[in-house]
């Protein structure tokens, strides 16, 4: 499936730290937030929404509410609402917090599919070596002045251009 690009289309991944976990919704009402601006139907809705929980390891958990979630099922709920947006770029600031191993290969997976469809990634991750196994083109942002040479080995595998 290819993403089309449409005005203002940009879908974001926030760190849990910006959501108020006392605000009372349950995350099937926060994985829905992915439809925001959506001209889905009701029925076609309803089918995504259950398949970006399945996809995240989400279901049976739709009306659990966000202070009774664990950090990782809270990430994959929010990976799951970035997961339904049609947005072409794609802003993910450490997309792995939180996640176990299992949950990882999820996510992974997903930045790939996205990739596929044509999506722009824009990725904060501090794991480079993560990076260095799943990603074959990498911009790395640093500081003028500083020494790439261990992130350098790091990343030895992508093609890697520093700027800043």
Known sequence: MKVEARTGGIGYLVQQQAIDRQFPISL????????????LSRAERRVRLARALDDWRLDGLESRHLQALSGGE?????????????????????????????SQTLLWQQMLQWHHQGRTLVLVCHDLAAVRERIDQCLLIAPEGCRLDQSTQLIAGASLRKVA
């Open 28 to 39: 099937g009402e926060l994985v829905s937030g992915g439809f925001w601006g959506s001209r």
């Open 74 to 102: 809270l990430q994959r709920a929010l990976l799951a609402r970035l997961s339904l947006t049609d947005a072409p770029l794609l802003l993910l600031d450490e997309p792995d917090a939180s996640l176990d191993e299992v």
